[in-house]
């Protein structure tokens, strides 16, 4: 044997070794959050069993029929693993699960699905050995680090019920990353996950849209499409789509992320037929964000639209459709919508000289100076998860009086998702949260070089599309706190499953 041969057959070795000892040390990792997730459900459950379980067995032939459904998806998703996969991804954009418990009392339908969907993902991965239903070490341990930050705040919550809800929420949340990515174990599979999700908020916008063009909004469609009767400018007020959310500034918030994906799946795709259906989806998502009267989605969905040409190249062609698309989409626009936008100038210095301010305004320039003290006075730790509206009255004679507007018992909120975190969870869940952002946008940058160098073009657009749909999700979260933080978390499931798919890509073309 030659040096060089030995050489290389000592390197062989060494790197298998190392290979070997990083997989020991990922598995022990793995195994000892696994064990510290269910010490910490087995707790949720104990103390929170009404935040964490719906116990309450359905009633009337509805909620029974809504149980059988639900037993009946769970038995799918344990023998059609992907259709589970997109079954989750379209109850969690439709907020489906949480519909029928308002609207019919229902047993929770994620609830059902989750320990199938688990236990299909791992039947799945040792029958067939299929690339990717192992979990992201990275992105999962800082996503669980979050909601142990959240966990932690509960010795020192003035209410741990409340930190002890908020956790509850996250814990959810997590469940539904760990689910997603597990399932999402090839790029066909995340690609049809993206287009489902694609399709259920094109759903939701279409409701609001037939609400809007016949003026009946007395039908919310089963509560799918619900409406908000809220301020618009000076003293007018009219109806605003709110999906199944309720708010129209958070349904905005989830239609957001939706553009860049339908158009990325319209830039990726030969087929025609599909091409025009992504770019109807992305011009009835343009629409449902227009006619939730939301200016911090406007504006989010104005960075979203340039960046969106910018990353995937200004062409002629492309330009033309974009004119086209917002020529159509112009006798849709309310006539309040650009009245609206121009209060935007009230939240710039001197414009507390304006005749008649807009009163969204003034309580906003109140919470989000309460979290500031909130923040100042307990920087590292908060004041715990949850616990912003069990604090706020301690803190808002020292930002100024004009809370006195709004009713003493109201619950109030930072309506700033990173104000929330800092002034709850301190600089700790700041810098934790930042780390995940820094984890997230990393494994799609990785994931769209190693499409591409795959020659996987369509796949590398999709991980170009999530990250705009991120940065379009984290602008509104300037201006609105972590309520439904399950739809963002949902993006981040999809990041790392596209990173996940992307390296089992990459390991498969490598030379054994």
């Not at 469609?221 to 129209?248: N, T």
Request: hydrophobic share 55%; glycine share 10%; with cysteine.
């Amino acid at each position: 044997m030659t040096m060089s041969a030995t050489r290389r057959a000592a390197g062989s070795a060494v790197t298998a070794l190392a290979g070997r000892g990083a997989t020991q040390v990922g598995a022990t990792v793995v195994v000892a959050a696994s064990c510290l997730g269910a010490v910490l459900l087995a707790w949720l459950v104990v103390s929170q069993p009404t935040e964490l379980l719906r116990l309450t067995p359905p009633t009337g032939p509805a909620g029974l029929g809504i149980l059988f459904a639900g037993l009946g998806a769970a038995i799918v998703a344990l023998r059609h693993p992907a259709l589970g996969l997109y079954l989750l991804v379209a109850f969690v954009y439709l907020d489906l699960s949480q519909v029928l418990v308002r609207t019919y009392q229902s047993a929770s339908l994620l609830q059902l699905l989750v320990v199938p969907l688990f236990l299909a993902a791992w039947a799945e991965r040792d029958g067939r050995g299929l690339a990717a239903p192992r979990l992201p070490l990275g992105a999962t341990v800082v996503l669980a680090s979050f909601m142990l930050v959240a966990l932690a705040s509960t010795a020192w919550a003035g209410e741990p019920a409340l930190a002890a809800a908020a956790t509850a929420e996250l814990a959810k949340a997590l469940v539904i990353f760990c689910a997603v990515v597990a399932l999402a174990s090839s790029p066909a599979r995340v690609r049809m996950a993206v287009m489902v999700a694609v399709a259920a908020g094109t759903l939701l916008a279409v409701m609001g849209l037939f609400q809007t063009v016949t003026g009946d909004f007395s039908n919310t469609f089963g509560g799918l499409a619900r409406i908000k009767y809220a301020h618009i400018h000076g003293s007018v007020f009219e109806p605003r789509i709110a999906g199944p959310i309720g708010d129209p500034n958070y349904f905005a918030q989830i239609l957001l992320p939706l553009v860049p994906l339908a158009l990325a799946l319209a830039w990726g795709t030969r087929d025609m037929r599909l091409r025009v259906a992504a770019y109807a989806a992305a011009a009835v998502l343009i629409a449902g964000t227009v006619l939730t009267y939301s200016r911090g989605a406007a504006l989010a969905l104005a960075v979203v639209l340039v960046l969106s040409l910018l990353a995937h190249g200004v062409r002629p062609r492309r330009l033309a459709v974009g004119l086209l698309l917002l020529l159509l989409l112009v006798p849709f626009a309310p006539d309040g919508f650009a009245r609206r936008l121009t209060t935007i100038s009230q939240v710039l210095p001197g414009s507390e000289d304006v005749l008649r301010p807009d009163s969204s305004f003034g309580k906003r320039r109140v919470v989000t100076g309460v979290a500031w003290r909130m923040y100042v006075d307990r920087p590292l730790l908060g004041v715990g998860a949850g616990n912003y509206s069990a604090r706020f009255h301690d803190y808002v004679e020292e930002v100024g009086s004009a809370v006195r507007e709004y009713e003493a018992d109201e619950a109030n909120y930072a309506h700033s998702l990173y104000l929330e975190i800092a002034a709850e969870k301190g600089t700790l869940g700041l810098a934790v949260f930042g780390l995940v952002l820094v984890v997230c946008f990393g494994s799609l940058r990785r994931a769209r070089a190693r499409f591409r160098n795959g020659g996987l073009e369509p796949c590398a657009l999709l991980a170009r599309g999530l990250e705009i749909g991120l940065v379009g999700y984290l602008i509104s979260s300037i201006f609105l706190h972590g309520h439904h933080i399950r739809y963002l978390w949902l993006l981040f499931a999809l990041a790392a499953a596209l990173h996940a798919v992307s390296r089992g890509s990459a390991e498969r073309r490598s030379p054994a």
